[in-house]
């Protein structure tokens, strides 16, 4: 990843990732790991509205979505 992200965005995007893995009751670290880089991936991007990163998180994989 090449964006630099401060304390605060950082904080952010893990209280969407924890919200998203409570969500779908997600306990598997593999799985909390991609939920994590899409989180990421969006965030490099220049999304900040929470309930998108946490609705685009939760359906970014087949796998992950059904989980």
Same mark, same amino acid.
């Given at each position: 990843m090449s964006a630099s992200f401060n304390s605060e965005e950082l904080k952010f995007f893990e209280e969407i990732l924890e919200r998203a893995c409570a969500e779908m009751n997600v306990q598997d670290e593999a799985i909390k790991s991609l939920i994590a880089m899409r989180i990421m991936q969006l965030a490099e991007g220049g999304e900040r509205d929470p309930d998108l990163l946490l609705s685009? *998180?939760?359906l970014s994989?087949?796998?992950? *979505?059904a989980a």
């Open positions: 685009r *998180a939760k994989s087949p796998s992950i *979505a």
